[in-house]
């Protein structure tokens, strides 16, 4: 269970820093948002909301971890990462706009180790 | 009103580079308030200090975001003084956490300079002030000329109100200007 449960932050870390790359790529050429970065936020905050339901699953399975509080805080902040950054990037209509996205990104990354962090147990 | 072209000529603090570093700024308030919140709440006896210092910098950055997110002339001049004070507070709090880590059982924001958070925090108020400092400048540029077209004697006594301005590196004439806008 657990080996599993370690793929889907793995996936965003990767899917994160990919995108982070991508975007400030967009950035240094002097691109605005494009749909290619929408879309690639929108699987950023499906693979976020399918660990979000991991973990509620595991607190609903009576698993405790020693920071709840901050746990939580983690969950209610996560999904709201893309949608921010996908506002903004279309507010921006200049290449600062990528570069909040890459920004989105690297949260995504360092939030799936802080998580782990956070709660070891459950291997994300 | 018709849109400009912002890569050229910045309507305010909030655009272009600025909105980047807005988003920046609004990630460490939420993430400093939140952590502190949480310190504060279920240990606070663990590490005073710590999760004072934690709430201190939470408030900085919230300042900082807003005033950046306003972009008025107040509002860049309390933005400036922010990043000032958020900058000595890495600078400080950083010396402080490596000289005597009793203090510390607990990290905050700006302990070891910032290291917990990719030296982040140590960065952003040095590319905060450069902002504001090149956007003070443009649009000093554009007052200057409004000064000297009439209201010398306003702007002289504005001058005398704000000459506190004068230290860091601004003209006069752009903080009195900046005072009747």
């Known amino acids: 269970m657990s080996s599993v449960n370690g793929v889907v932050p793995t996936t965003i870390i990767v899917a994160g820093i990919a995108l982070a790359g991508y975007a400030l790529l967009m950035t240094a050429r002097d691109r605005r948002m494009s749909v290619i970065l929408l879309a690639a936020l929108g699987v950023l905050e499906i693979l976020l909301l399918v660990q979000v339901g991991i973990i509620v699953a595991g607190l609903a399975g009576g698993e405790r971890p020693a920071g709840l509080a901050t746990l939580i805080g983690y969950l209610i902040a996560m999904p709201l990462v893309p949608v921010a950054a996908a506002f903004w990037g279309l507010l921006e209509r200049s290449r600062w706009g990528p570069a909040v996205i890459a920004v989105a990104g690297l949260v995504a990354a360092v939030l799936m180790v802080r998580l782990h962090q956070i709660w070891p147990v459950i291997r994300v | ?181």
Not at chain 2, 112 to 138: D, E, T
Request: hydrophobic share 45%; with cysteine.
């Open chain 2, 1 to 181: 009103m018709s849109p400009e072209p912002t890569a050229s000529r910045p309507g305010s603090t909030r655009t272009g580079p600025g909105r980047l570093l807005i988003a920046i700024y609004a990630l460490f308030a939420l993430a400093a308030s939140a952590r502190a919140g949480v310190q504060i709440a279920t240990k606070f006896g663990n590490a005073p200090v710590a999760y004072l210092l934690s709430a201190f910098a939470a408030v900085v950055y919230i300042v900082a975001t807003v005033t950046l997110a306003v972009g008025s002339p107040a509002a860049r001049r309390i933005a400036v003084l922010s990043c000032s004070i958020e900058l000595a507070g890495v600078l400080a709090v950083g010396t402080w956490s490596l000289a005597d880590p009793a203090t510390f059982p607990d990290a905050t924001v700006w302990s070891g300079y910032g290291s917990g958070y990719g030296f982040v925090p140590l960065v952003l108020p040095v590319f905060g002030l450069l902002w504001l400092r090149r956007w003070s400048r443009r649009s000093g540029t554009r007052r200057t000329i409004v000064t000297s077209a009439g209201d010398a004697g306003d702007a002289a006594g504005d001058g005398a109100d704000h000459g506190e301005g004068g230290r860091r590196g601004r003209g006069a004439e752009d903080v009195a200007a900046d005072g009747r806008t």
